[in-house]
């Protein structure tokens, strides 16, 4: 599988942005998938998930209510929409496929990985 990160870009605080996942492969709906961020000089950091089925997601708690996952199965796609944006949102947005035994949350869960996508919040 491969994946291919799109939608970064600069924004105002407050403002939203809407991320997306392109995969090839004809597994897409078999995998888990899953958004990370990594800030500079800051360990990569779970921002959301959701399972194979889509019957599950799951959120970093300072994303709760700010932040939605979705998939697309048809168009091999998953999406992170993005709301009320802060500064602190500021990082490189990567996605993630596998598949998962313990938690969304563990990034060793994930096999396949995108480029990454800048997102900056500006105040």
């Known amino acids: 599988v491969q994946l291919e990160e799109s939608g970064g870009g600069l924004v105002q605080a407050g403002g939203s942005l809407r991320l997306s996942c392109a995969a090839s492969?004809?597994?897409?709906?078999?995998?888990?998938m899953a958004w990370f961020r990594q800030a500079p000089g800051l360990e990569r950091e779970f921002v959301a998930a959701?399972?194979?089925?889509?019957?599950?997601?799951d959120y970093a708690d300072s994303m709760k209510g700010r932040f939605t996952i979705s998939r697309a199965d048809s168009k091999n796609t998953m999406s992170l929409q993005m709301n009320s944006l802060k500064v602190e949102d500021t990082a490189i947005y990567s996605c993630?496929?596998?598949?998962?035994?313990?938690?969304?949350?563990?990034?060793?869960?994930?096999?396949?990985w995108g480029q990454g996508t800048q997102v900056t919040v500006s105040s």
């Open positions: 993630a496929a596998g598949r998962t035994w313990h938690t969304l949350k563990d990034p060793s869960e994930y096999n396949y």
């Open positions: 492969g004809r597994t897409f709906s078999s995998y888990d």
């Open positions: 959701i399972t194979w089925n889509g019957g599950q997601t």
